[in-house]
């Protein structure tokens, strides 16, 4: 008999990858119980180098099509749940999950479905999720402001690009907590933390404003759907 299987596509950046585990590790204890190795689930991870970049212009042909080809892999070794713990590559998402059969959970619907109505909201993300606009029209469906400097962008970017090389982390932390006290002083009710890269910096101690963390949400949603999943087959047996 089959066993219930989670499938992660990583890869983007690839240092996210250990900390996207973590959270679903920290989720089966949360959610189950999880104590023993035994208790955790059979995880499949692939890390996929993709030609994404911060500094340069991106082919979106490739880009696209090699994320799609990560999730048929998976699918093709035995992935009941797909999660793509990268915002920047749901704004393909319609074409990369075309034609999959297991279900690809979508990381921005699921962080959204927490925001709080009549709130300020600012989102930290590359260039490529701010312009594709999919964070800004959900936030208008839940009848919220959005509210961004475009300065914050440029630091943004910077703060990514030092986590990436792992030559400048200090800085890349200085650089973060500077940014959230400018954030603060516009009044900004919620952060949305829609790069995966950024949970090497986030500081869970700064309570001034509530962080949406979206590696932790999709984390959250992978856990739940993998539990439906396997109680589904055991009811088969």
Not at 6 to 27: Q, Y
Not at 99 to 116: A, G, Q, R
Not at 194 to 204: H, Q, S, Y
């Amino acid at each position: 008999m089959k066993t219930a299987t989670i499938g992660v596509l990583s890869g983007m950046g690839p240092r996210s990858t250990s900390p996207f585990l973590e959270l679903i590790l920290d989720e089966c204890q949360r959610q189950y119980g999880a104590k023993y190795d035994i208790d955790y689930p059979h995880i499949i991870i692939y890390s996929l180098p993709t030609p994404f970049y911060i500094d340069r212009k991106i082919d979106e042909e490739l880009l696209k099509n090699s994320i799609k080809e990560g999730i048929e892999k998976l699918e093709s070794c035995g992935a009941d749940v797909i999660a793509v713990p990268c915002n920047s590559a749901h704004q393909y998402f319609e074409y990369i999950t075309k034609d999959i059969k297991v279900p690809v959970l979508n990381i921005i619907e699921e962080t959204t479905l927490l925001l709080e109505s009549r709130t300020r909201v600012t989102i930290l993300a590359t260039e490529i999720t701010m312009t594709s606009g999919l964070y800004q029209e959900k936030i208008k469906e839940k009848d919220c402001e959005f509210v961004f400097i475009k300065e914050w962008q440029l630091c943004i970017n910077e703060i990514i690009l030092k986590i990436k090389s792992q030559e400048s982390l200090s800085e890349a932390r200085v650089l973060w907590k500077k940014l959230i006290e400018e954030i603060y002083c516009e009044d900004v009710d919620t952060i949305i933390i829609a790069c995966t890269d950024l949970n090497v910096v986030i500081d869970k101690e700064m309570t001034k404003v509530k962080f949406l963390d979206s590696s932790k949400q999709l984390a959250s949603e992978l856990v739940k759907r993998y539990l439906s999943i396997k109680h589904l087959d055991i009811s088969k047996k």
